[in-house]
Nanobody
Framework: QVHLLESGGGSVQPGGSLRLSCAAS????????MGWYRQAPGKQRELVAV???????NYADSVKGRFTISRDNAKKTVYLQMNSLKPEDTAVYYC?????????WGQGTQVTVSS
């Protein structure tokens, strides 16, 4: 059984930074994609960033240049460094893990960007 435990959300002023972490437990492999999605009130869940086999990464256009996804395979943990945060980044952020087409989600962590 796979479980994902997220941490690092919170409130920050515009221009600030936060770092999200997601630790996986269970049987996963470095080739399994891991990433972050977010869902703002009244909106659909959207991809923020994902890291795939070989270190390939993909980002939503809205976060390119501001967010960085990284992964520590030994710790089964994926990180999302978020810099230059904007009010429109406010959302619940969900960790995602794809284990051979079976998708697991974390419980979500709230990120609020407000002055």
């Amino acid at each position: 059984q796979v479980h994902l435990l997220e941490s690092g959300g919170g409130s920050v002023q515009p221009g600030g930074s936060l770092r999200l972490s997601c630790a996986a437990s269970g049987s996963i492999f470095s080739i399994n994609p891991m990433g972050w999605y977010r869902q703002a009130p009244g909106k659909q869940r959207e991809l923020v960033a994902v890291t795939r086999s070989g270190g390939t990464t993909n980002y939503a256009d809205s976060v390119k240049g501001r967010f960085t996804i990284s992964r520590d395979n030994a710790k089964k943990t994926v990180y999302l460094q978020m810099n230059s945060l904007k009010p429109e980044d406010t959302a619940v952020y969900y960790c995602m893990l794809d284990v051979f087409s079976v998708v697991y989600w974390g419980q979500g962590t709230q990120v609020t960007v407000s002055s």
